[in-house]
């Protein structure tokens, strides 16, 4: 079986083709390498011992698109990761992100739609709750107007997937709606490799514990949680990965029961931000330098998973704790920092 991989070179889609190939699927990736190195097809060769196929190639360009599926006749499924995902970036330049989120989709949906049949596992995010109503969110949670033009294109891509897989019985989708990925492999081998300063939490802490940060802002301790901070559902990138290949599979063995589902893809236990810290701090043993600040725009005060669904139909559960995800970041960040 060959799967296409796109976006396979950077941070979750790097893990999920290697648990691709740790189940003997055969890969090819197509990246543009706009936010991911070549070297990590290096990496996940180091991990696997097969190096997955790979073409740099950008899904904007819609004739390129079509030139790639007349050379890749045997498809016989896709995880599609590639696209931008910046939140405050998205703000600031949101045509790049609608061309670059959308565009690419509807594409790739022209050439699956006419195939004979079509596998499609998409890359979606929690984002799409807002800030849910009820904790932990299930898939029935409505989806909230967007927060950011980023969340929007998830949104707008669901709808588009749906809205396809209505019109094509040849075209069978699920979209996993991950919460906040982090960790490593834990060869440390490949990991989260941020361009410049980390939006994101986690590689922040590890930065800032590595000394290449000065100090890590906590962004407002007066919420109306347990310890004032944000609560999130922190996922280890592997069992994500994992996620995706279950996903595909029940696709491949034709097990679903709809041709478009959803599943919230997290732990479904909730973190504050303070209690990533003091799991950094257990794994490290060292003391991490941080202030709280004000709130920063657009946070949700909580989103954690009810995981009952994709442990109940997918068969699936994250396995790995927080420490194990911390301890993975951790190693990571001192493997490439060395
Ligand atoms: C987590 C918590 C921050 C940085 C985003 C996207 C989501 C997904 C994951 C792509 C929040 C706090 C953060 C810092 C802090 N990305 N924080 N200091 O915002 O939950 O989700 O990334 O799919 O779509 O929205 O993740 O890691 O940015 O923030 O205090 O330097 O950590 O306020 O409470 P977020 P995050």
Redesign the pocket.
């Known amino acids: 079986m060959k799967i296409l991989v796109t976006g396979g070179l950077g941070f979750i889609g790097s893990h999920t083709v290697v648990e691709l190939q740790n189940e003997g699927y055969q890969v090819v990736i197509i990246d543009n390498c706009s936010n991911a190195s070549e070297d990590v097809l290096d990496g996940i060769t180091k991990i696997t011992g097969k190096q997955p196929d790979f073409e740099k190639l950008d899904l904007r360009n819609k004739v390129d698109v079509l030139d790639f599926f007349s050379r890749h006749k045997n498809i016989d499924g896709v995880i599609h990761f590639a696209a931008s995902?910046a939140?405050g970036e998205s703000v600031e330049k949101p045509l790049l992100y609608y061309e670059n989120n959308l565009s690419t989709l509807v594409y790739l949906l022209q050439q699956l739609s006419a195939k004979n049949k079509a596998h499609f596992i998409f890359?979606s995010?929690?984002?799409v709750y807002g800030q849910a109503d009820e904790m932990p969110i299930t898939e029935n949670a409505p989806v909230k107007p967007a927060e950011?033009p980023?969340?929007n294109t998830?949104q707008i891509g669901e709808e588009i997937i749906r809205d396809s897989c209505e019109v094509f019985s040849n075209l069978q989708a699920i979209s996993l709606r991950?919460?906040?990925?982090?960790g490593a492999h834990p060869s440390a081998e490949i990991g989260e490799l941020p361009l410049g300063i980390?939006?994101?939490?986690?590689p922040?802490?590890t930065q800032t514990g590595i000394g290449m940060r000065e100090q890590?802002?906590?962004?407002?301790d007066d919420y109306p949680t347990k310890d004032g901070?944000?609560?999130?559902d922190y996922i280890h990138v592997v069992d994500l990965a994992k996620a995706h290949v279950v996903a595909l599979k029940r696709l491949l063995e034709g097990k679903n029961e709809k041709n478009y589902e959803v599943f919230n893809v997290g732990t479904g236990t909730g973190s504050s931000?303070l209690e990533?810290i003091k799991s950094f701090e257990r794994v490290s043993g060292e003391e991490l330098n941080y202030k709280i600040?004000g709130?920063?725009p657009?946070?949700?005060v909580s989103?954690y998973a009810d995981t009952s669904r994709a442990n109940r139909v997918l068969g699936w559960k994250a396995e790995s704790t927080l420490d194990d995800a911390m301890r993975s970041a951790w190693l990571w960040e001192k493997k490439i920092r060395a």
Request: charged share 15%; with cysteine.
């Open positions: 995902k939140v890359s995010s929690c984002t950011s980023y969340g998830k991950y919460f906040n990925p982090m980390p939006q994101n939490l986690v922040f802490i890590l802002s906590v962004f407002g901070t944000c609560i999130r931000v990533v600040v709130r920063r657009g946070d949700v989103a």
